[in-house]
Nanobody, 126 residues
């Protein structure tokens, strides 16, 4: 059974930084692309960033490009999201997700991710 557990969320001031982690278990982490999504109150869940199975390729939403960095440590079965220059619009619940299909690239589509974590809350105060 695939399990994804996010951590690292919290309250941060505008302009600050935060790093989220996602610990994965239940299958060979290094074989699957991963993604981060977020959902603000009253809004749909949206794509943030994704990384391919090896970590050699990443893709970002325009709204976070240049401020957020997705990375992975396959030896630790852990996905990361480094967030900097945070603003109020980044306030949301953040979810990590794991793609189906081995050795795939990261995807912007929620439909490509059959496995999801429970989320971690990020609140940016202005």
């Amino acid at each position: 059974q695939v399990q994804l557990v996010e951590s690292g969320g919290g309250l941060v001031q505008a302009g600050g930084s935060l790093t989220l982690s996602c610990a994965a278990s239940g299958r060979t982490f290094s074989s699957y692309a991963m993604g981060w999504f977020r959902q603000a109150p009253g809004k749909e869940r949206e794509f943030v960033a994704a990384i391919n199975w090896s970590g050699s390729s990443t893709v970002y939403a325009d709204s976070v490009k240049g401020r957020f960095t997705i990375s992975r440590d396959n030896a630790k079965n852990t996905l990361y999201l480094r967030m900097s220059s945070l603003n109020a619009e980044d306030t949301a619940d953040y979810y990590c997700a794991s793609r189906g299909g081995r050795y795939s690239s990261g995807s912007r589509s929620r439909a490509d991710y059959p496995y999801w974590g429970q989320g971690t809350q990020v609140t940016v105060s202005s």
